[in-house]
Every structure is written in structure tokens, then in C-alpha cells.
């Protein structure tokens, strides 16, 4: 266990459905991430939050909404999604956003867009 | 723009063997390249990491080699176990606080 826990583990949606993923992280940790993992990039930034702001928005679809209300947790708002954003969505987090600093990742959640 | 080259995509080798695989970046600010190592169904954790003041760092039977110069690194793992079959993704970082910016990954296979 990394002490970065995500939820659900799989999510099957629709194209006009609404639903959230969770990420939680037991390390005290101040900074927090998500990645989105495809075949075709398969670690890709989406957001950063440090010490729950918003730092870092990688020109990321506004159907994909992050909210961080407080240090151990992080959501991904999800909306009126597409087929093409089926993809691994792993949340990352760490000691801070300064330098040379690890990333520990949860175990992601599967979504399929249907 | 790619900023860390990963090579090769995929990789087999038999039990014993020692697999390599190699990065390359552009941005001359970088100085932290960690490797990640990622099993099925699990996130990727953080397996060894490098700085570009030394040349080689090992631990157990997982190698990491540094060319400044070249702006090139690479893992090398001895003694290959089918345990060890698991996709790699090499990364760096510099020290402005800039995020990890991650290769595109090799998936390894390790036949018994």
C-alpha cells in the first residue's frame, strides 16, 4: 500500500452521466496530483494542487473538474464525457510541489466511457 | 513537445538476462531522473532515482547510468527474474519545482 487510495476502482459511465472520483492520502502529504493513463500517453498530467490550490491546469477539458477541499483528499468531477476519455485516472501525491521530490500513486480508477 | 525520450516501447528477455532501457531529455535544467515501475492493475511506485553528480547508482540488482553530456540515462536490471515483467517509465524533474515530466514508458517481459 502506498497510502494513496482511490475510489472507485472501475467506473463505467455514459456520455451524459455525472460522477466523481475520490482520492484520499494518509502521508500528510501537501501536494496532490492526477494523471490520466492511455495508450497513447501513458502518464499524463492533468492537475496539481498544493496545499489545496490549484496550481497547475494542463489545458484539460472543463468536463473534467478537480476540487481539493482539504490536504488528504482530492476529487475529479466528471461530466458529459467523451469514448476517447476512457483511461486509467491515477492520483499522485507528495511531501510537497518543490523539487526532486517523490510521487506516490494510487492504484487508479479504470473509466470506461460508454 | 516530448521532453524525455523512452526507448524501447516494449522489451522480452529470458530469466537472467539483463534488460536496458534508455531515456533521453532536451531540457538541460533537469537534474532529479527517477524510474518508475508499474504492475498491472497497480499505480506506478518510485523504484531508484538518480542526480547528475554522480555517473551510476545501484541498489540490489537495479542500475541506473547517467551521461551528462549526452543527456542520457538508463536502467539496467541484472539478473532478470520473470517477477520483474512489469512496464518502467523514466522521468525528471528540475529544481524550480517544475512537475515530473515522465517518458512514455517500456513494457517488460522476463520469460522463465
Known amino acids: 500500500e502506498t497510502g494513496v487510495t482511490q475510489t472507485p476502482r472501475h467506473l463505467v459511465m455514459g456520455m451524459t452521466n455525472k460522477k466523481s472520483l475520490k482520492c484520499e492520502q494518509h502521508?500528510?502529504?501537501?501536494?496532490m496530483y492526477w494523471y490520466k493513463q492511455s495508450a497513447k500517453k501513458p502518464l499524463e498530467l492533468m492537475f496539481v494542487?498544493?496545499?489545496?490550490?490549484?496550481?497547475e491546469n494542463n489545458s484539460v477539458p472543463s468536463r473534467f473538474s478537480p476540487e481539493c477541499p482539504n490536504s488528504s483528499h482530492l476529487f475529479l468531477h466528471l461530466h458529459t464525457l467523451q469514448p476517447e476519455d476512457s483511461a486509467l485516472y491515477l492520483c499522485?501525491?507528495?511531501?510537497?510541489?518543490?523539487?526532486?521530490?517523490?510521487?506516490?500513486f494510487g492504484q487508479g480508477t479504470r473509466l470506461t466511457v460508454v | 513537445q516530448q521532453q524525455v525520450k523512452q526507448s524501447p516501447q516494449s522489451l522480452i528477455v529470458q530469466k537472467g538476462g539483463i534488460p536496458i532501457i534508455n531515456c533521453a531529455y532536451e531540457?538541460?535544467?533537469?537534474?532529479?531522473f527517477p524510474w518508475y515501475q508499474q504492475f498491472p492493475g497497480k499505480g506506478p511506485a518510485l523504484l531508484i532515482a538518480i542526480r547528475p553528480d554522480v555517473s551510476e547508482k545501484k541498489e540490489g540488482r537495479f542500475t541506473i547510468s547517467f551521461n551528462k553530456s549526452a543527456k542520457q540515462f538508463s536502467l539496467h536490471i541484472m539478473d532478470s527474474q520473470p517477477g520483474d515483467s512489469a512496464t518502467y517509465f523514466c522521468a525528471a524533474s528540475d529544481n524550480a519545482g517544475n512537475m515530473l515530466t515522465f517518458g512514455g514508458g517500456t513494457r517488460l517481459m522476463v520469460k522463465p
Open positions: 494542487y498544493s496545499l489545496e490550490e490549484r496550481v
Open positions: 531540457n538541460t535544467a533537469f537534474d532529479y
Open positions: 502521508l500528510g502529504h501537501n501536494a
Open positions: 499522485a501525491s507528495s511531501p510537497s510541489r518543490g523539487p526532486n521530490t517523490e510521487a506516490f
